[in-house]
């Protein structure tokens, strides 16, 4: 405790009651929480077993945990749960699989499978041209799950034309997953919270359960979320919840920051304890910090400050157009590594949105700056490999449901939602897994014979492709797999260009080229044997290591949208495109939603720990034509005398030009010898 500062551990030492740590950016937030984790074990006695903290990451939380158990002895940490939101509503969901309707081994569908179900409803009885509305609808009912609202409600509450079409398929939707024995992402919330309210002997099982709740993070959570923190720390309020309303950045998806005024309002005895000292950067980029975000509304007042000194001045730089910005950006930072002798990755790029990094990646290869871009599309993720990575993991494992609803009807077969319904409550009767009852002679009374026989033709199909596979020659077969039902013109079909359905198709190609070079590179190690379902397991764990990406630390410049910044922290930070209708975001401006986009402003400054610097250009291209553009009004709230003013039409300092080119020279050198 002795390396924490009075309010740190004020916040630690307070357990008679409900909790709200306020900590501004920088401020040891998971050093509290760990602390307060180790303390409440060590000190007060509590089983590590009867605590839960719960974070949005599993990053966060692997960090959390290795944390904790540096600071307990022994096993002291034994069943200590650390998790995020959704893996402790996967954990309630598990141990009451039938209290919840849910069989054992059942599937949890990511957005793109979510979407997938979501097309083959809405496409009954509504024509092609309907479907581009998949996404809008998909947003509907992940928005009323976050909210706990039900289908009835939905269709009640349903004021416009694209939320009749979501509510009316909100049902068939649910019925749909259910039958299929799976859930969405947000069921991992939403159904837990329905359980507690149904059955309050297994809510009180869950209090007994947890007898302390920590929660990080607490201005990102959406209703649901707030709901199941409160109904199991109810009627004692054993909780600690850490958040920061200024760094509540994801409204977009559901985040409500007004959660932290809530909490006021339901626990009139809330103790609030706030952090301000910041541990992460410079007296005057907490200024510049503390300026922006004071032009907020808020119901808590900080302030940060820091023993880090002053510090320089935030560099703000207005070049003629995006090319121009981007070279300057280059070329600063390629100077400046040399004039301090610091490496790649203390230096990141943050911008609003993901199309401002295609110039600057072209900038930084031309002159050899390596760099790594996070929180881009990655390539398991898009559609069409995982398209064909589920026919691949159907064809090593015919027991894998959820490989089996996504690609049944992809290309279209033909195969609805009714019937996929049918087939899932025939394979239920059986305890058998879909793709193996397609085969069943009796499904035909369970269903039309017209969609039984598809059913049928379609595991004779794929139960040709595996034994090609297994028994000759495996590429060939996933070439045939490929070609025999058409992927390439589905593809193109379904693309919004024809540019983009070649890109596709590439992809697809690209990934039987991997799975090539990985069955040729197992014959040489394994003398001339290969298997095709070991090559499958590698992908599928090369998805999940694409994934873990983030965790790379080579030397590299970083390059990220504000959004993916959060959390982080380098010496030396430029945001780009700081301009009216950039940041502030134009779609922000017309929905007169600034207080986020100024959330966003601070989120991005108070991730510099030296140096900021700002950059706008003059001119940007849109739509093929040069437009004028207008600084954004976040710099005329940034404190004046604190600003430094460079690049094109900035005045000349000699005096700095000559030391910083000496410096340079000098670090030239030293790196030559």
């Known amino acids: 405790m002795t390396s924490l500062n009075p309010r740190q551990r004020e916040a630690v030492h307070y357990a008679d009651g409900p909790l709200l740590v306020l900590a501004g950016a920088g401020s040891g937030k998971t050093s509290v929480i760990t602390r307060k984790i180790a303390w409440l074990i060590q000190e007060r006695g509590v089983p590590a077993r009867r605590i839960a903290a719960v974070t949005f990451t599993n990053k966060a939380a692997r960090e959390m945990k290795e944390r904790v158990q540096s600071l307990v ?20 969901l598990k141990s009451e699989l039938k209290a919840c309707g849910l069989r ?28 581009n509305a998949v996404e809008a609808v998909h947003k509907c009912l992940s928005d009323w799950k976050n909210e706990l609202v ?34 969405d992402f947000d069921d991992l919330i939403m159904m837990p919270v329905l359980l507690f309210r149904e059955q309050p002997r297994i809510l009180e099982k869950w209090r007994h359960r947890l007898q ?32 920061d309303d200024d760094q509540s950045i994801y409204a977009w998806r559901g985040a409500r920051p007004e959660n932290l005024d809530q909490l006021q309002q339901d626990w009139p005895a809330l103790k609030v304890v706030k952090l301000e000292q910041n541990y992460r950067s410079t007296g005057r980029i907490l ?57 790649w990755k203390d230096f990141a790029i943050l911008y609003r949105g993901n199309f401002q990094s295609r110039i600057l990646e072209m900038k930084l290869q031309s002159l050899s700056i390596p760099y790594k871009v ?17 026919y691949l993991r159907l064809l090593v494992n015919p027991d894998d449901d959820n490989a089996f609803l996504r690609i049944i009807n992809t290309p279209r ?41 598809k059913l049928r033709e379609f595991k004779q199909w794929l139960d040709g492709k595996r034994e090609h596979c297994f028994r000759h020659n495996s590429l060939q077969a996933v070439k045939e797999l490929i070609t025999e039902m058409d992927y390439e013109g589905w593809v193109m079909q379904n693309a919004s260009s024809p540019r983009i359905g070649e890109k596709r198709i590439e992809n697809v190609w690209q990934l039987v080229r991997n799975i090539q070079r990985m069955l040729e590179k197992q ?77 966003l402003m601070y989120v991005g400054i108070t991730r510099a720990r030296e140096t900021l610097t700002l950059t706008q250009a003059r001119t940007r291209k849109q739509y093929g034509e040069k437009v004028d553009t207008t600084p954004s009004r976040f710099i005329d709230e940034l404190p004046q005398d604190d600003l430094e003013y460079i690049g094109e039409g900035a005045p000349r300092n000699e005096e700095r030009d000559s030391e910083v080119a000496e410096a340079s020279l000098a670090n030239l050198k030293a790196l030559l010898e």
């Not at 709740?213 to 199991?232: I, P, S």
């Not at 077969?413 to 394979?427: C, F, M, Y």
């Not at 090369?542 to 630390?553: N, V």
Request: glycine residues 8%; proline residues 3%; aromatic residues 6%.
């Open 150 to 183: 039900s289908p009835e409600e939905a269709v009640s509450q349903a004021q416009t034309e694209e939320e009749v079409r979501a509510a009316m398929a909100y049902s068939g939707y649910n019925r749909m997953l259910r039958a299929c024995n799976a859930v």
């Open 73 to 92: 002895h022994g096993g002291q940490s034994r069943g200590l749960i650390v998790s995020t939101f959704h893996n402790l509503g996967l954990r309630i």
């Open 413 to 453: 077969r033909e195969v609805g939602p009714a019937t996929l319904e049918k087939l899932a409550a025939w394979a239920g009767r059986r305890d058998q897994g879909l793709y193996h009852v397609c085969g069943d002679l009796g499904l035909s009374e369970a269903m039309p014979p017209k969609a039984a026989e």
């Open 287 to 343: 200024k510049a910090a503390n300026t922006v975000i004071a032009n907020n509304p808020h119901v808590f007042e900080k302030r940060l400050w820091s023993d880090y000194g002053y510090g320089e001045p935030v560099r703000v730089a207005a070049l003629r157009d995006e090319d121009g910005e981007t070279d300057w950006i280059a070329g600063d930072l390629f100077h400046r590594r040399l004039q301090r002798g610091l490496h």
């Open 523 to 599: 014959e040489e190690e394994d003398d001339g044997s290969s298997d095709l379902e070991a090559v499958i397991g590698k992908l599928v764990l090369m998805d999940m290591l694409e994934q873990q990406d983030e965790e790379d630390d080579s030397d590299r410049v970083q390059l990220m949208t504000l959004h993916a910044s959060k959390g982080l922290e380098f010496p030396h930070v430029y945001m780009m495109g700081v301009e009216e209708e950039l940041l502030p975001h134009r779609t922000s401006i017309e929905e007169d939603n600034i207080v986020e986009e100024r959330r």
């Open 104 to 131: 054992s081994g059942f599937s949890i569908l990511d957005q793109i499978d979510s979407r997938e179900i979501l097309k083959e409803i809405l496409l009954q009885g509504e024509s092609e041209r309907d479907l």
């Open 374 to 390: 996070s929180g881009g599309t990655s390539f398991f993720s898009r559609s069409e490999i995982k398209d064909l990575m589920c």
């Open 212 to 243: 302390y709740l920590l929660v990080d993070e607490y201005q990102d959570t959406n209703g649901a979320q707030y709901e199941l923190v409160r109904m199991l720390t109810l009627p004692e309020g054993r909780f600690t919840v850490v958040g």
